[in-house]
């Protein structure tokens, strides 16, 4: 707290010498938030969802929020209870096919995706934490827009005044696992400080079917922790300096004994912020990061990789300039810089000796310098935006060295460095047809590096090895849509979307062999579709819904005309969501969700699917005393069979029906 207090005192001493002259001094306004989106940002397909839709998921995770998102979607079906960290990438418009991520995520202003992976540590983001959430589907060119391929997930941290002084809850289920937050939010004189902490661990469930399981199978356990702090300070009246820390650690153990998995990092970042006549973003971040993989053999159930160790760091910034508004005029000017660099770190094992017969390092840097401008043209009732951004990409420093039991080298790899120059742009028009009706249309291109993960770091998934490919290019979308928002009632608003996409080098995991993949690009893959949203607030009622329908292909050629016509790995053709709510009195809140997955398969040739699912969620809050709630929450209520993974017949299953009690404070 005594650095929160130091943090605050130029914008109060500022304001204290003011009163001194005896002037009237400005008023001072701090928000924590960055400058807000500019008129053309309805131009794109845009969701956004409130605090009131974040607390009440029935998992307590943020994904279950997302999914709620008409065409989002993680690499598999599981959260962050019971998958591998590795594969928790974030991607819109059904735009799978592998497990880094195809969106942008930020929090704060700040890319959360993982150096060297490009996952995204979805334990690390907690809903309690959030003011809102805004999701923009299809390819950007803004701010880190190299990450945008298919779109942008922004998060929002509330601020004290949202938050209160104190707040928190704890959870129990009826299999004895827990969840602990707290947060306190005091004001300190102009700004504010947040600091708060979650502690979810738990035995987990039984991710192997009955008939499958072994002396050796396990459940899916996982402790996890986190702890943010975050000040916010006036300098003068218009501006204000950010800071956040965030630090958290995440352990899992999945199907096997000792098949254990570890996350951490620590991330810190300054912005500031200045909103007068010539606004400014500026903003710096530094992420330290580390993942640990055992793999355990499916039929000796004895550990075969120990990747015990893959440190990994992000470093970057962006500094965004906004002239006056000059008739009808919004221009966004910027650049933006990130650096990722890491380290694989792992020993092969003998399955049946237990012995070290292997010693493999890998790892490089990847860097992205982008230049970017956009400008809003507000002409009445119609609005033009548009954009363009030139990045300097580099792969550099790429390496894999491998040595046996005795020290002698067997492979010495290094990989060519490589710099490329790309352009890339969006724009749009809306057009208010009437109070009512607004009607927009959009176009983009966008481009995404390959990770390091994808890169470098051959990963198994006992017993299919996927290899990587240190010659991957970058993907390239160049998408197009259409749509309108109807507006019939204050409190209603129905969006409906239809898009054509298409990803240029789309990175997938090819078969080529039993038991072996590679990840290539693939020439591309075609997605063509519609998304419907629609959120109703009646005061005491309301309805947030979402569809999504993908006919998604691999436009196959050269080597990968085998795959052509193919739907990509892990991805849905429908999947639709709805969440009723009602809140009968002020100090109780009822909802119920329905969600529907299609039919989506494991693999590339569509040979080991996965069924449909459907499931029913609940939560219910009501106020007992003061600020102090009872709170019930049901994941899967139906206890639908949820098929995560399918490895030759080989099952993986989700969350079984979970029932959730315990008390929220101020939440």
């Known amino acids: 707290m005594a650095g929160a207090a130091i943090i605050i005192s130029p914008g109060a001493a500022l304001a204290q010498d003011a009163e001194d002259e005896g002037e009237t001094p400005d008023p001072i306004v701090v928000t924590g938030e960055g400058l807000g989106d500019t008129p053309g940002m309805p131009a794109y397909a845009v969701r956004e969802i409130p605090r009131e839709q974040i607390l009440t998921a029935s998992s307590g995770r943020i994904e279950d929020v997302l999914l709620g998102v008409a065409g989002f979607q993680q690499y598999r079906r599981s959260d962050s209870r019971s998958s591998n ?41 907690v809903p309690e934490r959030l003011e809102s959430i805004t999701v923009t589907r299809g390819g950007g060119s803004g701010p880190f827009g190299a990450g945008a391929l298919t779109g ?17 809850r704890a959870l129990v289920d009826d299999r004895g696992e827990t969840e602990l937050s707290a947060t306190l939010a005091p004001q300190l004189g102009s700004g504010f400080a947040v600091v708060s902490g979650r502690w979810d661990r738990g035995q987990g469930f039984w991710t192997t079917p009955r008939d499958q399981r072994v002396d050796a199978s396990a459940r899916a356990a996982y402790d996890n922790w986190s702890v943010g702090v975050r000040g916010v300070a ?64 499916s039929s000796r159930f004895t550990p075969v990789l120990d990747q015990y160790n893959t440190p990994s760091t992000g470093v970057g910034g962006k500094l965004e300039l906004r002239p006056p508004e000059t008739a009808g005029h919004q221009l966004r000017l910027g650049a933006d810089y990130r650096r990722a660099s890491g380290t694989m770190i792992e020993n092969a094992i003998s399955a049946f000796s237990g012995a070290i017969t292997e010693r493999r390092r890998a790892g490089g840097a990847n860097e992205d310098i982008g230049l970017f401008a956009e400008d809003d043209w507000t002409l009445g009732a119609l609005v033009l935006t ?16 491998a040595v046996d039991a005795a020290g002698a080298v067997t492979i010495d790899d290094s990989f060519d460095d490589r710099t490329d120059w790309t352009v890339t742009w969006r724009g749009g028009a809306l057009f208010h047809a009437g109070e009512a009706l607004a009607l927009r249309a959009a176009a983009y291109r966008g481009i995404r590096l390959p990770t390091l993960n994808e890169l470098y770091r051959p990963f198994v998934v006992f017993p299919v090895v996927t290899q990587a490919n240190a010659g991957l290019k970058n993907e390239e979308l160049l998408g197009f849509e259409a749509g309108l928002d109807l507006t019939p009632m204050p409190g209603v608003r ?47 009622f309301g309805l947030a819904g979402s569809l999504t329908y993908t006919d998604a292909v691999v436009d196959g050629a050269g080597e990968a005309a ?27 809140r009822l909802s119920a969700t329905l969600r529907h997955v299609g039919k989506q398969f494991e693999d590339d040739r569509e040979s080991e699917p996965l069924p449909a699912a459907t499931t029913l969620d609940a939560y219910a809050s009501v106020r007992v005393a003061g600020r102090l709630s009872v709170v019930l929450r049901g994941e899967n209520l139906l206890d639908e069979t949820i098929v995560t993974r399918n490895s030759g017949g080989s099952i993986d299953l989700g969350a079984p029906r979970t029932i959730w009690a315990g008390l929220s404070w101020g939440l």
């Open 562 to 588: 085998d795959l052509d016509g193919f739907r990509p790995a892990q991805t849905p053709r429908l999947a639709a969501s709805a969440t009723a709510w009602w809140q009968p009195v002020d100090d109780a």
């Open 152 to 168: 942008t997930i922004e998060l929002e941290t509330a601020n004290a005044a949202t938050l209160g002084p104190v707040s928190g």
């Open 234 to 297: 006036p300098v003068d009246a218009q501006t204000e300096v950010q800071a956040r820390m965030l630090v958290w650690r995440d352990d899992r153990t999945l199907r096997f004994r000792g098949a254990d998995s570890s996350s951490e990092g620590q991330d810190a970042s300054l912005r500031l912020v200045h909103r007068g006549d010539w606004s400014v973003d500026a903003l710096a971040y530094l992420q330290v990061r580390n993942f640990s993989n055992v793999v355990i053999s």
């Open 386 to 401: 548009g954009g363009v951004r030139a990045d300097r990409t580099a792969i550099t420093g790429g390496y894999y060295r």
């Open 85 to 125: 960290p590795s594969a928790q990438g974030a991607t819109l418009r059904s735009l799978g096919g592998n497990a880094t991520s195809r969106a942008l995520v930020l929090l704060d202003g700040v890319p959360m995706a993982d150096p060297f992976f490009g996952y995204i540590p979805f334990n690390a983001i």
């Open 494 to 540: 129905l969006s409906l979307t239809a898009f054509d996409n298409r990803i240029d080098g789309a990175i997938a995991n090819v078969t080529l062999a039993e038991n072996l993949r590679q990840r290539r690009n693939l020439p591309a893959i075609d997605a063509q579709g519609i998304e419907a949203d629609a959120d109703v607030d009646l005061g005491r």
